[in-house]
Each structure stands twice: as C-alpha cells, then as structure tokens.
Nanobody
C-alpha cells in the first residue's frame, strides 16, 4: 500500500497562488503516476493534473483544460513528493484537492477509479 498526505491548502483571493504538496510513503517504488483531483460541493471529483514517470525520468504530464497554463505539477522523486503549483486562482477553483497514486501502467490517468491510493484531501478556497 501507499500512504499519501496532502498539505498546502488554504484561503486565497482570486488571482493569488498556492502550492499543494503530496508526500508518499510505504511502497512508493510501485507508483507509476501521481495525480491531483478536486471535488467541489455537489459536484463529482474531477481530474486536475497528472505526473507519470518511468525510472528516474518524467515521460508524461497532463492537465485538465480548465487549469492548463495556470497550474503546474512537479515532483521530487527522491522525496517521494509531488507538488501542484496553482497560479491565477479563480473562485471556481474552490474545492477539496486530493492526491492519488496509480500503481499500474497503461491505464487511464484522467479517471479517478483507475487510481489505487488516495490522500485525505486539502481544502482550497478562492474568494472573489
């Protein structure tokens, strides 16, 4: 199993920035992708960004259209940590943000049900 702990959420004004962190522990050698999802009240959990790798190198990163150009996913493999840098935040970015790990290669990275492990979530609130 893999344990994931998110941090970095908070309250920010529209146009501001936040950086989320997700620290992985346990069987981290088995992780092939780490993604960020978010869920707003009354809405389904949606894909935000993913970072996949093979060995020590990144070979794939992808973003939802709604965050492309504003959010950047990065990571430190040595620390088993993935980051989500969020800039130019909008009120519609308000949600609980979840980090997730995928331990099987070759499956859909934008669909929550294909992820094996989840963090507890961190609240991001953007005021207008």
């Amino acid at each position: 199993q893999v344990q994931l702990v998110e941090s970095g959420g908070g309250l920010v004004q529209a146009g501001g920035s936040l950086r989320l962190s997700c620290a992985a522990s346990g069987r981290t050698f088995s992780i092939v992708s780490m993604g960020w999802f978010r869920q707003a009240p009354g809405k389904e959990r949606e894909f935000v960004a993913v970072r996949s790798w093979s060995g020590a190198s990144i070979y794939y990163a992808d973003y939802a259209d709604s965050v492309k150009g504003r959010f950047t996913i990065s990571g430190d493999n040595a620390k088993n940590t993935v980051y989500l840098q969020m800039k130019t935040l909008k009120p519609e970015d308000t949600a609980v943000y979840y980090c997730a790990a995928q331990r099987q290669r070759g499956v859909e990275v934008r669909v929550a049900s294909f992820y094996d492990d989840w963090g507890q979530g961190t609240q991001v609130t953007v005021s207008s």
